[in-house]
T-cell receptor, first 111, second 115 residues
Framework: DQQVKQNSPSLSVQEGRISILNCDYT??????FLWYKKYPAEGPTFLIS?????DKNEDGRFTVFLNKSAKHLSLHIVPSQPGDSAVYFC??????????FGQGTRLTINP | EAGVAQSPRYKIIEKRQSVAFWCNPI?????LYWYQQILGQGPKLLIQ????????DSQLPKDRFSAERLKGVDSTLKIQPAKLEDSAVYLC?????????????FGQGTRLTVV
């Protein structure tokens, strides 16, 4: 039973354009959400997070939006750069700091 | 600040053999996680420790997998006997705890191939 879903396995975006990655979750009690980025042969690295008391959090080119009523969050990357090509995982923290991941979306930025 | 250290980076074993992975978390991080990531999937939590106590091991196949965290610091994950479907990357992560919502930091992982 997948509690965190990323329905797009892959996404291809032109350099300089906006990349939008989406994530849906099932439990309205989740209160903290994170995005991780993963390059091949490396562990995931933390990118940005958002608490359920907010609907937007911004860090440079990265912005995460949270829509609690729809149980949906998205990551926007503007402008997209070739180094952004990676697999992006959405994750939630539930209970006692339990970290649960989605399936991931492979983002490819084309020059 | 040193990151999460894992060893070995790669391991190839035959099915029915045993294997062990080691993890050294970031100093001061009370929470330690072991994840299994099968190719094309997201990381799946196997076990979560807080200090040297188990918080969650609901998805750990306990008939063949075991893990311990000695003195609340280093941890080992063991598989005995291994099956073909255990081929995956095993990721260790650590985080601060104490009721804070905070990110976890990951090691580079151990890629296990069972043949």
């Amino acid at each position: 039973d997948q509690q965190v879903k990323q329905n797009s396995p892959s996404l291809s975006v032109q350099e300089g354009r906006i990349s939008i990655l989406n994530c849906d979750y099932t439990n309205s009690m989740f209160d903290y959400f994170l995005w991780y980025k993963k390059y091949p042969a490396e562990g995931p690295t933390f990118l940005i997070s958002i608490s359920s008391i907010k609907d937007k959090n911004e860090d440079g080119r990265f912005t995460v939006f949270l829509n609690k009523s729809a149980k949906h969050l998205s990551l926007h990357i503007v402008p997209s750069q070739p180094g952004d090509s990676a697999v992006y995982f959405c994750a939630v923290i539930q209970g006692a700091q339990k970290l649960v991941f989605g399936q991931g979306t492979r983002l490819t930025i084309n020059p | 600040e040193a990151g999460v250290a894992q060893s070995p980076r790669y391991k190839i074993i035959e099915k029915r053999q045993s294997v062990a992975f080691w993890c050294n978390p970031i100093s001061g991080h009370a929470t330690l996680y072991w994840y299994q990531q099968i190719l094309g999937q997201g990381p799946k939590l196997l076990i979560q420790f807080q200090n040297n106590g188990v918080v969650d091991d609901s998805q750990l196949p306990k008939d063949r997998f075991s893990a311990e965290r000695l003195k609340g610091v280093d941890s080992t994950l063991k598989i005995q006997p291994a099956k073909l479907e255990d081929s995956a990357v095993y990721l260790c992560a650590s985080s601060l705890t104490g009721g804070l919502r905070t990110e976890a930091f990951f090691g580079q992982g151990t890629r296990l191939t069972v043949v």
